[in-house]
């Protein structure tokens, strides 16, 4: 039995834990037991993971001073370890990476994997440098897609040894019959829908999705885009719905821990991301068989055949999205077929490849 202790900053919707929360519902529980220390308080997701069996343990580390949070965690986790005897640990993206890799040098017996989920476009040369020795510390480095990898050999070259290219899996229930009460109405009524999920913050562009949905109006008076989630943008997207009079053409629906009754309700699926590695409600969408726009960033191109299970626009272009959103609108039988495919070709990414986080830690712990 390994024993492998998941570090992370807090327990949330976010892509990163939506994967560890599959880890510890599907591995192997004959092989591998886990158990979860965040940096932060609770969360409403800790009692999620506690129902899959999995012990959460909170180090509380907000209400420590900057100064403090370092030397207080690294005290809390080697005692931790040592009780409980760990294997293996596994860091999720760049806080617990670097408290992780800080706790190897003193134990540098402690196996660890470290994490990378997402783009560095928000990096200075501080965090650069900090991964620089994160990544020489680690026995192994979890990438959901090459171009993550590539992102980290640009500046760590000798870092590809280390490398596990493993793709998000998605756990996709059965269709829904009842859908959220905010949007029964709307579907009553006609209403063609536009799915958007995800934060409302600068990489998504969801300014860009407002801008086109001002033109899109005019085009399809019916049009309502909906978006899932929350962030810092919220504000301004609601200024600027108000101010072009977008009031009943835009629903914010705010933070949904089930997501995929609204995926039921949707016409089409929207990413306008300018930044994105392999996002998990892209691959969510397509294994439901939503008709998906998405932009040609990160791994996506690698999803998404343009025009075969899914149409791909420019990042950063309200008028790619106006022609994108336009035209699944006026051509339904292309949306579905495209949609099709989309559910077809998603069996790439069932749940069934949770066995790719098995071999990594087998292959971690065995080196």
Not at 172 to 191: D, I, M, V
Not at 210 to 221: D, F, S, T
């Amino acid at each position: 039995m390994i024993k492998i202790l998941h570090l992370v900053n807090n327990l949330g919707s976010g892509g990163a834990e939506r994967q560890l929360l599959y880890i510890a519902k599907y591995t192997d529980k004959t092989k591998f037991a886990h158990q979860i220390v965040t940096l932060k308080d609770k969360s409403d997701w800790d009692l999620m993971f506690r129902d899959t069996g999995v012990p959460v343990w909170n180090l509380g580390l907000d209400g420590f001073k900057p100064g403090f949070r370092m030397l207080v965690a690294m005290n809390k986790l080697r005692s931790y370890i040592g009780q409980e005897r760990i294997d293996l640990m596994h860091a999720w993206l760049y806080h617990p990476n670097f408290y992780a890799a800080v706790l190897k040098t003193f134990a540098p017996r402690q196996r660890l994997i470290v994490s990378k989920q997402g783009k560095n476009f928000w990096y200075t040369n501080l965090h650069f440098i900090l991964n620089r020795y994160v990544y020489r510390v680690a026995d192994g480095i979890f990438v959901n897609s090459q171009d993550l990898k590539n992102s980290i050999l640009s500046y760590v070259p000798s870092a590809e040894r280390k490398i596990f290219i493993i793709p998000n899996v998605v756990d996709t229930p059965p269709s829904y019959s009842t859908l959220p009460p905010e949007l029964t109405e709307a579907r009553k009524a006609g209403r063609f829908i536009v799915g958007v999920v995800g934060r409302l913050c600068m990489e998504k562009e969801p300014l860009k999705v407002m801008e086109a949905l001002a033109v899109l109006k005019e085009r399809i008076p019916s049009i309502m885009v909906v978006f899932i989630g929350q962030g810092a943008l919220l504000g301004v997207c609601w200024a600027y719905a108000r101010k072009k009079g977008l009031e009943n053409n835009v629903l914010f629906a705010g933070y949904q821990q089930d997501v995929y009754p609204w995926y039921s309700a949707f016409d089409m699926y929207l990413m306008a991301s300018s930044f994105e590695s392999l996002p998990n409600t892209l691959l969510e969408a397509q294994a439901m068989g939503i008709p998906t726009v998405a932009t040609t960033v990160g791994d996506i191109p690698k999803v998404i055949e343009d025009g075969v299970n899914g149409l791909l626009i420019r990042p950063a272009d309200a008028g790619a999205i106006v022609d994108a959103v336009a035209r699944f609108y006026a051509e339904p039988s292309l949306a579905k077929a495209l949609g099709e495919e989309g559910k077809r070709r998603s069996e790439t990414f069932s749940i069934s490849r949770i066995t790719d986080y098995e071999d990594m830690y087998l292959k971690v712990v065995e080196k």
